[in-house]
């Protein structure tokens, strides 16, 4: 008797937590957070400039290790507004491909830029892959998840970029890092010019 009852609480509870699940704005939600945090990384061109964030932060140390991997995604979740709300920005595809060369270069050639410069550069890049990814929502999603999304999908590619990074401690780390940025850097030359 008393594990009938059990039973049955727990179908009830299951059954409430379906419908819970099944209603729009839930589903809306899950699905525009799971949109989100899958355009990143489904993107070649923006997991190359996002990992090379990580990479050139853990280059040039602190504060910008983590200074960088901050500035990127805040000012991407801004031009992500721009691109839901349908402000155009000139090149968009364009700048992502440079992301990835110029970023790629930074680290290839060891450039130690002021850290001033460097988050604008980084803030500048990250304008063009927030565009793209607002641009891109999906209209049956909830903007906010979908911006929730791409910016910890993001963060795990800088993150992935700073731990790579770290090898640079070495001396043998160092150069599998900057051969690491040539690599980020022939891939943006290869968006840049249509080859791949």
């Known amino acids: 008797m008393v594990s009938t009852i059990k039973w049955c609480v727990v179908t009830v509870l299951l059954g409430a937590t379906t419908v819970a699940i099944a209603h729009s704005d839930a589903v809306s939600l899950s699905g525009g957070l799971a949109s989100g945090f899958k355009h990143p990384l489904l993107g070649p061109d923006h997991v ?17 290790i983590w200074i960088l991997p ?10 992500g507004a721009l691109g839901v709300v349908g402000v155009p920005v000139p090149a968009v595809e364009t700048g992502i491909a440079l992301s990835g060369l110029v970023l790629g270069l930074m680290v290839a050639f060891a450039v130690r830029a002021p850290l001033w410069l460097a988050a604008v550069l980084v803030g500048v890049f990250a304008i063009f892959h927030g565009h793209a990814h607002g641009t891109e929502l999906p209209e049956a999603t909830s903007p906010m998840a979908y911006s929730v999304g791409f910016v910890i999908a993001t963060g795990l590619l800088h993150l992935f970029g700073i731990v790579f990074g770290e090898l640079n401690r070495w001396d043998w780390g160092n150069r599998v890092v900057r051969a690491g940025g040539s690599v980020i850097a022939l891939a943006g030359l290869g968006f840049l010019v249509g080859f791949l």
Do not use: E, S, T, Y
């Not at 190359?48 to 910008?64: D, E, R, S």
């Not at 990127?72 to 801004?78: Q, R, S």
């Open 70 to 79: 901050i500035v990127f995604p805040l000012i991407m979740a801004f031009g």
């Open 48 to 64: 190359i400039a996002m990992v090379a964030v990580g990479l050139w932060g853990a280059f040039l140390g602190k504060p910008a």
